[in-house]
C-alpha cells in the first residue's frame, strides 16, 4: 500500500474521500492539506465518504463535520458496511447510501486527464442543487436559479442557465461557458466574475461566454470567420 | 385498501398550505370521500382554525405517537361532513417532538381508514419538513406567482428528487391576472416552465379566503367563490376525474366589463 493517507476524488455525487490510513488524525490532516490547495473549486461541495468495514465513532465523526464546515463543504453521505456507523450516521442526519439515481453516474475512469473527461446530464438543475466536476460539465436541462455549476474544464448547457455557473475552477482561462439561453444570476471563468446586467433579459439565441480582453463577454453562437 | 397519503409542502411560509390542506380536504369531503387532515406542522397549529375546529380539540398528534390516547381519540370529526376528519398539532411542543416514523406510522394508520389523508407540511426545508414529506405517495407544491416562492418551490422540488420521494405536482395559489398583465407578476407559463413539474390547479386571488379562514369556513364551501371552486376541481383531479384547465389567463375587455369573477 502507498503512503498516501486518503483518497480524494471528484465524482457527480460529489468529493468522495476513501481514507487509507488508520489513524484518524493523519487523516484529516490530509484531507485538509487536499481542501487548501483548492478551496474555491471545494466550496460549497458535499463530500462523500467510503469506509468499507472500518468503524467511526462519533468524535471523529464530529472532527469531520468541523473540518468540513470551515470549508462550506457538506458531509452528505457516508457509505459502510459497518452496522454500528451505519446507525451513527443516520442518527447524525447523514445518508449512508447514495440515492439511486445518481448511484450510476460514478465518475469516469481516471485514464484520462481530468480536462478531457466530461461529465453529461439530463436534468433540471434546482435551486441549492450544485454540480462540482474536474473536467467538462455537459446538461441538458435547465439551471435554475439558486443551482450552480462548478467545472475544471467547459460548461455547455442545453437549456436556460439561469444559477451560477463557473468554468476553469482551477484557472484555465481558456474554458467557456455556452447555454441556449444564457441568463445567469452570475457567471465565473478562471479567476474572472461576470454579472448579467441588471434587467438584461438575455438574447432569444444560444450564446457563449469567454474571457476577452480581460473580462468575461457574452456573444450570440454563430459561425465565426 | 389504504388510502393515499398527500402531503401539502412550498418551502415558502405564507404561501397558503394549511388553506390549500383545508380546502382540499373539505373539497373531497364534498366528494364523498373519507379524508383526514393532518396538521404535522408542530408548534404553530393552524389548520384547525382554518376548519373551525378549533375548540373540539381534546387530544393531539403528539398524545398519540406518546400514547396517551388512542389513534381514533385523537381525531376531530368535521362539524359538517362526518367522515372528514383532523388530526390536531401539539402547540405546546416543537417538532423534535416527532421522528420520521412516527409520522409515517400515523399517516399509515390514518390511510387505514380513510381515502385521502393530508398532511399539512410545516414551512422550510429542515425536519418538520423532513418528516411530513416522508410518509407521502404525492406531495402537492403550493406557490404563488412570486420570485421568492418560486424559488423556494424549486427548492423543495429538488430535495423531493434527490432523495427518491413521492412524486411532486403543483399548485398555483394566489393568481391574479390583472397583475400578469401589466407585468407585475410571474405569468403561469413562466412559473411551470422553471418548475418543470405537473400543474394540478391555479387558484385565483379571491379577497373571501381571508375571511373564510378567519371564519372556519374555507371557501370550498362557497359557490361563488372562484378561488373555492379552484379548489373543488383540483379535489376533483385528485379523485382521478379529468377536468379541464379554466381559462383565467386574461379575462377579455367584455368580461371585465360584466365582472365574470
Known sequence: ????????????????????????????????????????????????????????????????????????????????????????????????RLPKDTEAKKSPDDVLPPEQQALFLQQTLRSGQSIHYAGNVTLIGDVNPGAEIVAGGNIIVWGTLRGVAHAGAFGDEETAICALDLQPSQIRIAGYIGRAPDGRRGSAEPEVARIEGGQIVAEVWGRRG | ???????????????????????????????????????????????????????????????????????????????RFPELYMMAAAQTRDKNSITVEDMTKVAREAAEISDFVLIDSPAGIEHGFRYAVAPADLVLIVTNPEVTAVRDADRVI????????????????????????????????????????????????????????????????????????????????????????????????????????
Open chain 1, 1 to 96: 500500500m502507498d503512503e498516501t493517507p486518503i483518497t480524494l476524488k471528484g465524482t457527480a455525487d460529489g468529493i468522495l474521500l476513501k481514507p487509507r490510513s488508520h489513524v484518524w488524525a493523519t487523516v484529516l490532516e490530509a484531507l485538509e492539506q487536499a481542501l487548501k490547495e483548492a478551496e474555491a473549486f471545494f466550496r460549497g461541495s458535499r463530500l462523500i465518504m467510503e469506509l468499507g468495514n472500518r468503524e467511526l465513532t462519533q468524535d471523529q465523526l464530529a472532527s469531520l463535520r468541523a473540518l468540513l464546515m470551515r470549508y462550506d463543504i457538506e458531509l452528505w453521505a457516508v457509505l459502510s458496511e459497518n452496522e454500528t456507523t451505519v446507525r451513527l450516521v443516520r442518527s447524525n442526519g447523514v445518508l449512508t
Open chain 2, 158 to 261: 429538488g430535495l423531493l428528487e434527490a432523495e427518491e420521494l413521492a412524486p411532486a405536482q403543483l399548485i398555483l395559489n394566489r393568481y391574479k391576472p390583472e397583475l400578469v398583465r401589466r407585468n407585475e407578476m410571474l405569468d403561469p407559463d413562466t412559473v411551470i416552465d422553471l418548475l418543470a413539474i405537473d400543474l394540478i390547479g391555479i387558484v385565483p386571488e379571491d379577497d373571501k379566503v381571508f375571511g373564510a379562514g378567519n371564519q372556519g369556513r374555507p371557501v370550498a364551501l362557497d359557490e361563488h367563490s372562484r378561488a373555492g371552486k379552484a379548489f373543488r376541481n383540483i379535489g376533483r383531479r385528485l379523485t382521478g376525474e379529468d377536468v379541464p384547465f379554466e381559462a383565467l389567463r386574461k379575462q377579455t375587455f367584455i368580461q371585465r366589463l360584466f365582472g365574470s369573477r
Open chain 2, 1 to 79: 385498501m389504504a388510502g393515499k397519503i398527500i402531503t401539502i409542502s412550498s418551502g415558502k411560509g405564507g404561501v397558503g398550505k394549511t388553506t390549500a390542506t383545508a380546502n382540499l380536504g373539505l373539497s373531497l369531503a364534498i366528494l364523498g370521500k373519507r379524508v383526514t387532515c393532518i396538521d404535522a406542522d408542530i408548534g404553530l397549529r393552524n389548520l384547525d382554525v382554518m376548519l373551525g375546529l378549533e375548540n373540539r380539540i381534546v387530544y393531539d398528534i403528539i398524545n398519540f405517537i406518546e400514547g396517551r390516547c388512542r389513534f381514533r381519540q385523537a381525531l376531530v370529526r368535521d362539524k
